[in-house]
């Protein structure tokens, strides 16, 4: 039950963090996604490479959590999991990092890091 949830979890923490590729390497310029990280159209253009490198690594952090839940499922429990601790126990150092360096980021850490938080917890207590 707990491998279940922590592949639920996993999942969750993998979909929000395609949607931040989606908003760094896809629409970074667009005024919608300017709002939410709180950057000019001028910061945006000046960004936009860092943006979009950074999407990429969010982008690849999901697969590799969504590989480990499939791999979990139906190949090998050890290896999915491993897989999947790579990936969010990534996205949770990453939010750690974010609310360290800046704590007006503690919104955007939170949303970030919370799925994985929860997923690393269920995932770690279930291989035991």
């Known amino acids: ?6 592949c639920v979890f996993a999942g969750l923490a993998a979909l929000i963090h395609v949607y931040i590729f989606v ?8 005024p919608s996604t300017r709002r939410v990280f709180g950057t000019s159209a001028e910061d945006a253009e ?7 490198n950074q999407g990429f690594y969010n982008l690849f952090l999901a697969i590799v959590t969504v590989i ?3 791999i979990a499922v139906t190949a090998s429990v ?8 790579a990936g969010t126990g ?7 990092v974010l609310i360290l360096s800046d704590r007006s980021k503690a919104r ?4 970030q890091g919370l799925f994985p938080l929860i997923a690393v917890v269920l995932l770690v207590v279930a291989a035991f």
Do not use: D, K, Y
């Open 23 to 30: 908003l760094e390497s896809v629409r970074w310029t667009h």
């Open 68 to 70: 480990g839940i499939v």
């Open 1 to 6: 039950m707990l491998l279940i949830l922590g």
């Open 46 to 52: 000046t960004t936009r490479p860092l943006a979009f």
């Open 108 to 111: 955007a850490a939170s949303v």
């Open 78 to 85: 050890p290896v999915g999991l491993a897989l999947m601790l």
């Open 90 to 96: 990534s996205m949770l150092a990453a939010a750690l």
